[in-house]
């Protein structure tokens, strides 16, 4: 595998397919389908289905810019990273999720679920899903508010965006898994995230293998 390169971070944007305000399934039914799944067939995403996943974690829903999940005063202190292996229409990369204009920015270039992996216990998932989230939190975007309880509200925020993703993913027949073991400054090195930036908590997509 080459060695991944660095892209000016304001040059590389991928405009996504608006999302889909409906679905096929009722939520009580993804909820009791859902289920964590950690071997995935080796088959792509579309870029429609990244664009409704990273729309069902941070997505903006309000013209005052509130979003899919809740966050303690509105202060959203989670980015939101993609690691792309296969997702039809766009290369392998890093790339991060911008709310606001519902695009993404490339941060690296090359497929690096492997290093991922690596940073997360040598769970095989990792390398093999088509697609994973990294979430990351910017602590001091809540501090000044709310001070020692920041940290607290920051795990609540990704479980509720998470679980979102999560639910969206069995309403797309897509599977997932969350991971909380991994070494947060190797996942940090790998995604090339600002310094300011913490990894919190990793998902694997993908589609379920064939039998
Ligand atoms: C905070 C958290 C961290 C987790 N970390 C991992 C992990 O590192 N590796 C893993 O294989 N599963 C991980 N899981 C998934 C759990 O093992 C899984 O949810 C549990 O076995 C129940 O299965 P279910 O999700 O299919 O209901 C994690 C779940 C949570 C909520």
């Known amino acids: 595998m080459g060695k991944a390169m660095i892209i000016n971070k304001s040059k590389e944007i991928v405009k996504l397919p608006a999302p889909r305000f409906d679905g096929n399934i009722p939520v009580e039914t993804a909820l009791s389908k859902r289920r964590s799944v950690r071997s995935y067939a080796a088959e792509a995403l579309t870029l429609a289905e990244v664009s409704q996943l990273l729309w069902s974690a941070q997505g903006i829903t309000d013209s005052r810019g509130f979003r899919t999940a809740p966050s303690a005063g509105a202060l959203y202190p989670l980015e939101l990273y993609i690691v ?13 999720y911008r709310p606001h204009t519902h695009e993404l920015s490339k941060i690296l270039d090359g497929d690096l679920r492997a290093q991922l992996c690596g940073a997360a216990l040598n769970q095989s998932s990792v390398k093999q899903a088509p697609l994973v989230f990294v979430f990351c939190a910017v602590h001091e975007r809540i501090t000044g508010k709310y001070g020692n309880r920041s940290i607290q509200y920051v795990y609540m925020e990704v479980g509720h965006a998470s679980q979102n993703v999560c639910l969206q993913a ?21 995604i090339n995230a600002m310094a300011d930036e913490h990894p919190l908590y990793i998902m ?7 039998e």
């Open 84 to 96: 792309a292996g296969m997702v039809r229409g766009i290369p392998a990369g890093i790339y991060k």
């Open 204 to 210: 694997t997509i993908g589609r379920l293998k064939s």
């Open 170 to 190: 069995v309403s797309l027949d897509l599977w997932t898994l969350t991971i909380g073991a991994f070494y947060d400054d190797r996942v940090k090195t790998v």
